[in-house]
């Protein structure tokens, strides 16, 4: 057997190791003990009025109370003086209703002050009329003959006078209606001139109308559409922005994303980097 042989030399110090995970918190102490009470707060300052309450249902009705006794008689009243109506004064004369036939003038009036307490009543009318321009009107000489005498539609002298050519009066349930010179208008009761309802009058009050409502229908439908163009003007431009917002929210989340992917590559190879060195070093020390 040989002697002992000498002691080897010392190998290279290798690298520092990687740090270790954090660990998991430890358990939490016991609670302290508690302390000694502070000293009192001063008083705070007055708060606002609080809202109003809500209003609480109104309350059952009561019982009917006692009857009274009775009072003493009055005074006997005094009855008030009768008042008699009063006419104001009559208002002035209106122009002629008609320029040439027999027209009216116009004038009204009113009752001042209504009877009361027995009064007198106001008698008369509240409408007066007096004729004017009773002058005919001026018509159409009819075509006459050689001789002079008008001339009928069968080529005979015709000897109704001229007026009766150009004007005709019919009168229907408390209506006079005149045609001079072949045009109608009703005169209810020599008061009111009124239109007679003929069919070229009605043709012509149907297609009116009926232009009246298409025109407004026409109306109707552009203001509709009008609004409808104002509320898509300020619609879409809002939408837009809030689509380019989530889009812009999406690529930053998809940036943040990318970088957090890259620092977590980062540190796992700073973190396999010494175990590399350390065993290039046992190698090389075995070597």
């Not at 002629?96 to 009543?121: A, F, L, N, W």
């Not at 309802?197 to 109308?209: H, M, P, Q, Y």
């Not at 590399?276 to 070597?287: F, I, K, L, P, R």
């Amino acid at each position: 057997k040989g002697d002992r042989g000498g002691r080897g030399l010392e190998g290279i110090l290798g690298p520092l190791g990687v740090d270790g995970f954090m660990g998991p918190p430890g358990i939490p102490g016991p609670p302290g003990d508690p302390g000694f009470y502070g000293m009192k707060g001063e008083k705070g300052f007055k708060g606002p009025p609080g809202r109003p309450g809500i209003k609480g249902r109104r309350g059952d009705r009561g019982p009917p109370g006692e009857k009274g006794y009775p009072g003493h008689p009055g005074d006997l009243a005094v009855a008030p003086p009768p008042i008699n109506c009063r006419w104001s004064e009559w208002m002035p004369w209106e122009t002629c209703s008609r320029t040439c036939g027999g027209g009216r003038h116009r004038r009204e009036r009113y009752i001042k002050v209504q009877p009361q307490d027995g009064g007198t009543p106001c008698l008369g009318a509240t409408v007066g009329f007096i004729s004017c321009n009773s002058e005919a009107c001026p018509t159409a000489r009819p075509h006459s003959t050689a001789n002079g005498s008008p001339k009928s539609s069968t080529g005979t002298a015709s000897t109704a006078p001229a007026d009766s050519l150009s004007q005709s009066k019919l009168t229907a349930n408390g209506a006079t209606v005149q045609v001079v010179d072949g045009t109608a208008s009703s005169t209810l009761l020599g008061l009111i001139e009124l239109p007679v309802l003929t069919k070229s009058n009605l043709r012509r009050w149907i297609l009116a109308a009926l232009v009246g409502l298409a025109v407004s229908l026409v109306v109707f439908i552009a203001l509709v559409l009008l609004a409808g163009l104002i509320l898509a003007a300020s619609w879409l431009p809002a939408h837009w922005q809030r689509r380019r917002r989530a889009v812009d929210t999406m690529a930053e989340a998809a940036k943040e994303t990318a970088s957090g992917s890259e620092a977590v590559a980062t540190d796992i190879s700073q973190a396999s980097s010494p175990d590399q060195h350390s065993d290039q070093a046992h190698s090389s020390a075995g070597t």
